[in-house]
């Protein structure tokens, strides 16, 4: 099929981006989504504002801070050094979105934009607490990845604002990790995927996030599993116990791959895995 | 003769073109003024259509025809063909090219524009205002035979399409006198095959000479002319068909679709060549659906493991059209679903069930992918049932002695034991029992599983096909050229579509000759000049009907040039040798003549060379009509784990050992076993065409319906070995459809043998992780 008719917008600044953005508009980055639906006619925006071109991308520690510009390719802050060693968890998140191809061309804003529920980088940004600046005509805001996400392709993003960039704060580097996806084919977008991080001091648990991707309308942060956790001597009890808590949290869908009931326990199978990949037995 | 080029394993002759982007597939195709289609498609599964306005869109900007179902109709001279019927007293569908009354399935054509562009087009569909009244829908066979169903066709009587029965021996009797009775029942779901190119045609009508010029990647030129002619009420000369590059076939461009005629419909309104491409989204709902069966058996057998008895039925989940091969799918199941074994009694009925879903026609393995699902799986119940080894009842059921009659056909050959061995080598070669213990000493579950195969193959003779319902001759004519230079053309009927068809018949005719490769040129793909082939290049039947034409043809121009060079050095032409395209007097290596030379005198000098009774000209025909099937046959053997805790299953090794007689290009065959296997695991593990509560389609890009990716084909390991068909010159038997037979079974006893704590048994195809886990679950719970 072909894009129904619409108008288009290449945006040479942020300001003149957002001066286009409104009821009825929509950002092209890196299309990888957008483009498809455009091609479906499943998506009808009367005007396409390109902000492939703006000088955003690029990343960067600033102190305790990973600071993503939001055009950054997926690829790019998958290979980036800086991103490898000061939240390893991301890097390795980065590595299951989509193929090398897909990663070339999509962006970290336009994934975070997209807000697919079963999409890798909402549900680690949710684990890692990260904030995302937001400009509008009004200036810039930002939004914790927590309040950030609203539903199935849904976000906080109002129709004239625009996702600059991404502040993720560094982990403790003590901090281990751990990614449990499954999908249907290896690099599918996931059936239901599970993003941890685990600081132990001795053999108790300090500090943890657990955030569950293609189980809920939204990533999911499962805090009543990181609950069960924290403070407690990591073993296969408070394992189970967490996986269990994570499954318990979940409002998965029913669709063509798995039913409900199956995302649901998979999201404690793959609790207990990501958790003992971060910390091996 | 013998230039050693049959069998050999040589690059094909196709790939620099494809490699290099020098390809002209369907949508390259650009003739001057080309407009292109759209078709306006059913949201619906079922529904009256009410009304259809289409005033908005004819006025639309960039639009020069619009046509409605009605409209097509009155312009067809008889509705969509069929051309095979397996129930010749039952019921046939009466469609015609787009919906006229009613709309019948998601997908289901309503209406079509044609405009300067694609997008236009597209926005103009969306001017037709059409009012549907929806009506229930039917997708499951049980639904569709249920006593109140909605009837699709309202002066049927049920949604019963035809009925029929595959019938040897005294069934009764087997069962009768049975020591073990096994059943079971087997579902296999919806697919459909999927080429990376997608259909397309460019159709131009001459209004002044009303003649129809089309460009189409159909895998039967011959047959889509004589289609055209047929429903468009011309003379076959009025109808030209050329086939540019082909982006793959797999059956779903042998059919003849109503997108084709409406193509020459818009032409003929609008004055202008009209290209219509069906996209990647359409392509789920406009190209036929394959596979989905559900079927009861019942097999019988004697306490020493002799199967005696398979008795049952087949039920064809049939779209709510016929498409052009009917129910003939679903009755090959039932034909040949003893497969490799000698069972003296069969009585397998079939019954075709229309569904509100797209038609259903050919895909690579037609129906032999499920009755080998059947057949294997019966032969290892048995031998679970027996406590026996399942290889040792293969060998007890196998055919032996040939040629042998099976339920509906010959088997001319095979040597199924020694297959059966070549295979269980290669598993002990790779060491997959090492790694089998190995893995499940440290808590994984993998496990092996196999599954034999038998295939008719070169399904060809005439005869014996039009026995079959087949509406079509099925021989092949090919013609055999040399030129003023020496070079050879051979000229097929056979279409070329990325599996290498140029190259084998290149070889033959190389092989033949004793001329080099690279001097023979392979031309098909226009009716205007082609040789004719019986219903096209389908049922693994190009390289060996194909294949044996060429090499007749080739052996009397030989004699041709032997008889030439023979008056040039006085000698008779049996003591003379042909080696690279030079003839010489055996033993006298001085003197020689070259085609060149001979090619020359007989087209342009005749005078001292060629001899008086011969006429000029370097070119044999021949007429080709095998008088049976091949049967080919081949074992594959699968190493497969799963995952317990989420029912994901990764292939770790695959093997084949394959006979499909003489082969011409081992690369070719290794290539078309490995992609058929492709196939095979995508039907195993991953695709399923599925269907809502209400019956709307839920599958309509790949990333709901999911074709096995690079990632998850495991290594193939292939090997051959020759039973040539002696009946066929050359020895040769198909291998097009080989690899995606025995592939579901072989997966589905890997797994049931990973899982055999739990004792999961596989009756259904896809194998989805949701229904393994289950499945293992209540393994568990025993």
Same mark, same amino acid.
């Given at each position: 099929m072909k894009a129904a008719p619409f108008d288009y917008v290449r945006a040479s600044s942020v300001e003149m981006a957002v001066d286009a953005l409104r009821d009825g508009a929509v950002a092209l980055a890196g299309g990888q989504s957008l483009i498809p639906l455009l091609n479906a006619r499943a998506r009808r925006p009367a005007v396409v504002v390109d902000v492939s071109r703006l000088p955003l991308a690029g990343v960067e520690q600033v102190g305790s801070t990973l600071v993503l510009g939001a055009m950054t390719r997926l690829r790019a802050a998958e290979t980036s050094p800086v991103v490898r060693r000061a939240v390893p968890l991301l890097a390795e998140a980065l590595t299951h979105v989509g193929h090398v191809s897909v990663r070339n061309r999509g962006t970290v804003g336009g994934s975070v934009a997209h807000a697919d529920p079963a999409a890798e980088l909402p549900a680690v940004l949710l684990a890692l607490d990260a904030v995302f600046s937001v400009r509008g005509r009004g200036g810039t805001r930002e939004v914790d990845a927590r309040d950030f996400f609203r539903g199935p392709h849904r976000t906080a993003l109002a129709a004239d604002e625009l996702l600059t960039g991404?502040?993720?704060?560094?982990?403790?580097?003590?901090?281990?990790?751990?990614?449990?996806?499954?999908?249907?084919?290896?690099?599918?977008?996931?059936?239901?995927?599970?993003?941890?991080?685990?600081?132990?001091?001795?053999?108790?648990?300090?500090?943890?996030?657990?955030?569950?991707?293609?189980a809920a309308p939204v990533p999911l942060r499962a805090h009543a599993a990181e609950h069960v956790l924290r403070g407690e001597v990591f073993g296969p009890d408070v394992l189970a116990a967490a996986a269990e808590a994570a499954a318990d949290a979940t409002d998965p869908i029913d669709d063509v791959h798995a039913p409900a009931a199956y995302r649901r326990d998979m999201t404690a199978v793959l609790t207990r895995r990501a958790l003992r990949q971060a910390v091996p037995a | 003769m013998g230039?050693? *080029?049959?069998?050999?394993? &040589?690059?094909?002759?196709?790939? $620099?073109?494809?490699?290099?982007?020098?390809? $002209?597939?369907?949508?390259?195709?650009?003739?001057?003024? !080309?407009?292109?289609?759209?078709?306006?498609?059913?949201?619906?599964?079922?529904?009256?259509?009410? #009304?259809?306005?289409?005033?908005?869109? $004819?006025?639309? +900007?960039?639009?020069?025809?619009?046509?409605?179902?009605?409209?097509?109709?009155?312009?067809?001279?008889?509705?969509?063909? !069929?051309?095979?019927?397996?129930?010749?007293?039952? #019921?046939?569908?009466?469609?015609? +090219?787009?919906?006229?009354?009613?709309?019948?399935?998601?997908?289901?054509?309503?209406?079509?524009?044609?405009? @300067?562009?694609?997008?236009?087009?597209? %926005?103009?569909?969306?001017?037709? /205002?059409?009012?549907?009244?929806?009506l229930p829908a039917v997708t499951t066979v049980e639904q569709a035979l249920a006593p109140d169903a909605p009837r699709l066709h309202e002066d049927w009587p049920d949604n019963v399409a035809g009925r029929t029965v595959v019938a040897k021996g005294d069934v009764e009797e087997a069962f009768a006198q049975a020591d073990v009775v096994l059943r079971e029942t087997f579902r296999f779901a919806r697919q459909l095959g999927a080429p990376l190119e997608t259909r397309g045609v460019v159709a131009t009508w001459d209004p002044f000479t009303s003649h129809l010029d089309v460009w189409l990647n159909t895998q039967g030129p011959h047959l889509a002319r004589e289609l055209f002619a047929e429903v468009l009420g011309l003379a076959v000369d009025k109808v030209r068909v050329r086939v540019p590059d082909i982006g793959g076939g797999f059956g779903s461009k042998a059919g003849f679709y109503g997108d084709q005629v409406v193509a020459a419909v818009l032409s003929r309104?609008?004055?202008?060549?009209?290209?219509?491409?069906? /996209?990647?989204?359409?392509?789920?709902?406009?190209?036929?659906?394959?596979?989905?069966?559900?079927?009861?058996?019942?097999?019988?057998?004697?306490? %020493?493991?002799?199967?005696?008895? !398979?008795?049952?039925? &087949?039920?064809? @989940? !049939?779209?709510?059209?016929?498409?052009?091969?009917? *129910?003939?799918? =679903?009755?090959?199941?039932?034909? $040949?679903?003893?497969?490799?074994?000698?069972?003296?009694? @069969?009585? @397998?009925?079939?019954?075709?069930?229309?569904?509100?879903?797209?038609?259903?026609?050919?895909?690579?393995?037609?129906?032999?992918?499920?009755?080998?699902?059947?057949?294997?799986?019966?032969?290892?119940?048995?031998?679970?049932?027996?406590?026996?080894?399942?290889? %040792?009842?293969?060998?007890?059921?196998? &055919?032996?002695?040939?040629?042998?009659?099976?339920?509906?056909?010959?088997?001319?050959?095979?040597?199924?034991?020694? =297959? *059966?061995? *070549? =295979?269980?080598?290669?598993?002990?070669?790779?060491?997959?029992?090492?790694?089998?213990a190995g893995a499940r000493a440290g808590g994984a579950h993998v496990g092996i599983g196999y599954a034999f195969h038998n295939e008719v193959s070169a399904f060809a003779p005439s005869r014996i096909v039009n026995m079959s319902g087949l509406d079509h001759s099925g021989f092949d004519e090919a013609a055999v050229r040399i030129d003023s230079t020496g070079h050879v053309s051979v000229h097929t009927g056979q279409t070329s579509m990325g599996q290498g068809i140029h190259t084998a018949l290149a070889q033959v005719a190389a092989h033949v000759l004793d001329v080099p490769l690279d001097h023979v040129t392979v031309i098909s793909g226009d009716t205007d000049s082609a040789p004719y082939t019986g219903y096209g290049t389908a049922a693994s039947r190009a390289a060996a009907v194909g294949g044996a034409a060429v090499l007749n043809a080739a052996t009397r121009l030989r004699a041709k040039v032997l008889r030439i060079a023979a008056h040039v050095f006085e000698a008779a032409p049996d003591d003379l040798v042909i080696d690279e395209g030079v003839v010489s007097v055996k033993g006298v290596p001085g003197r020689s003549v070259t085609f060149a030379d001979i090619g020359d005198a007989a087209y342009r000098r005749p005078h001292g060379v060629l001899p008086e009774d011969e006429a000029p000209t370097l070119h044999e025909r021949e007429v080709y009509d095998p008088v049976n099937v091949a049967t080919a046959f081949g074992c594959t053997a699968v190493l497969a784990s799963v995952d317990v805790e989420t029912g994901v299953v990764d292939l770790l090794g695959y093997l084949i050992a394959h006979d499909c007689g003489t082969v011409i290009n081992p690369m070719i065959v290794d290539g078309q076993l490995q992609g058929g296997a492709a196939q095979a695991i995508g039907g195993a593990l991953y695709e399923r065409l599925a269907y809502g509560a209400a019956g709307e389609a839920l599958t309509l890009s790949f990333a709901e319906y999911l074709l096995p990716t690079a990632t998850v084909v495991p290594p193939f390991g292939v090997d051959h070995m020759e039973t040539p068909a002696d009946h066929i010159p050359g020895g040769f038997k198909g291998a097009g459809e080989a690899g995606v037979i025995g592939g579901g079974a072989a997966i589905a006893h890997a797994v049931e043998d990973a899982l055999a704590e739990f004792g999961v048994r596989i009756t259904s195809l896809p194998i989805t992780p949701p229904d393994l886990l289950a499945a293992i679950r209540a393994g568990s719970d025993r």
């Open positions: 991404i502040r993720v704060p560094l982990p403790p580097a003590t901090a281990r990790c751990g990614i449990a996806e499954l999908s249907r084919r290896p690099h599918d977008l996931a059936i239901t995927a599970v993003f941890t991080s685990v600081v132990l001091t001795g053999r108790v648990v300090t500090d943890v996030r657990i955030a569950v991707a293609g | 230039g050693g *080029l049959i069998g050999a394993r &040589v690059s094909r002759a196709e790939d $620099v073109r494809l490699l290099t982007g020098r390809a $002209v597939f369907i949508d390259d195709v650009r003739p001057p003024g !080309l407009l292109e289609a759209a078709i306006l498609r059913s949201p619906h599964p079922h529904a009256r259509i009410v #009304r259809i306005d289409t005033a908005a869109a $004819v006025a639309h +900007p960039g639009v020069l025809a619009v046509v409605t179902g009605a409209d097509v109709r009155a312009l067809v001279h008889r509705p969509q063909p !069929l051309i095979w019927r397996i129930s010749p007293a039952g #019921r046939e569908t009466v469609a015609y +090219p787009l919906a006229v009354d009613k709309v019948l399935y998601t997908g289901h054509g309503v209406a079509a524009v044609a405009a @300067v562009d694609r997008a236009t087009a597209e %926005d103009a569909l969306e001017l037709i /205002d059409v009012e549907y009244a929806p309104a609008s004055g202008r060549p009209v290209k219509y491409v069906e /996209d990647r989204r359409e392509s789920f709902v406009a190209t036929v659906h394959a596979r989905e069966q559900r079927i009861d058996v019942e097999v019988a057998a004697r306490a %020493d493991g002799t199967i005696t008895g !398979l008795r049952g039925t &087949v039920h064809g @989940v !049939l779209g709510a059209n016929f498409s052009t091969v009917g *129910l003939s799918p =679903c009755w090959t199941t039932a034909a $040949v679903m003893a497969g490799p074994y000698a069972i003296p009694a @069969v009585e @397998v009925n079939v019954v075709g069930v229309v569904t509100n879903k797209p038609p259903y026609g050919s895909y690579r393995g037609y129906g032999l992918p499920k009755a080998n699902f059947v057949h294997e799986h019966m032969v290892e119940a048995l031998a679970r049932h027996l406590g026996v080894d399942p290889h %040792d009842v293969r060998r007890r059921n196998f &055919v032996t002695d040939f040629p042998h009659q099976s339920p509906v056909f010959v088997y001319d050959s095979g040597r199924y034991a020694e =297959c *059966l061995d *070549l =295979c269980r080598d290669a598993v002990r070669r790779a060491g997959w029992a090492d790694r089998v």
